[in-house]
C-alpha cells in the first residue's frame, strides 16, 4: 500500500479573501464542490496573474521546477472540472 502524501504547504505569500466560488443562480446546495489548495492557487496566481515563467515561479514558492509544474497541473484540473461541470470552487487552508 502507497505511503500518503505529506500536503507540506510552499511559499504561499497569497491569502484569498474569499474562499468560495459558485456558479450564478444555483443554490450551494445543488453544487458539487472541487475544492483546492492554497498551494495550487498560488502556483496559479504566480503563472496567470503574476506571468511568472515556470522556473521563477518555483523559485517563489521555494520548490523545483517540476514540483511547481506539478502543483500548476492540479490547479488547472480542478479549474476545469469546475468550469466545465458546473462546479463550485472551495479554497481550502490546510492546518
Known amino acids: 500500500m502507497p505511503r500518503p502524501r505529506r500536503c ?4 504561499v505569500k ?3 479573501e474569499v474562499s468560495y466560488f ?3 443562480s444555483v443554490p450551494m446546495r445543488d453544487l458539487e464542490v472541487v475544492e483546492i489548495t492554497l498551494e495550487e492557487i498560488e ?4 503563472r ?4 511568472l515563467e515556470q522556473i521563477e515561479a518555483g523559485k517563489q ?3 523545483s521546477t517540476s514540483t511547481y509544474q506539478r502543483i500548476l497541473y492540479r490547479a488547472y484540473d480542478k479549474i476545469a472540472d469546475a468550469l466545465i461541470n458546473g462546479k463550485a470552487i472551495k479554497i481550502i487552508r490546510h492546518n
Open 8 to 11: 507540506l504547504i510552499k511559499n
Open 14 to 16: 497569497f491569502e484569498p
Open 22 to 24: 459558485k456558479p450564478l
Open 43 to 46: 502556483a496559479y496566481r504566480l
Open 48 to 51: 496567470h496573474f503574476e506571468k
Open 61 to 63: 514558492m521555494k520548490t
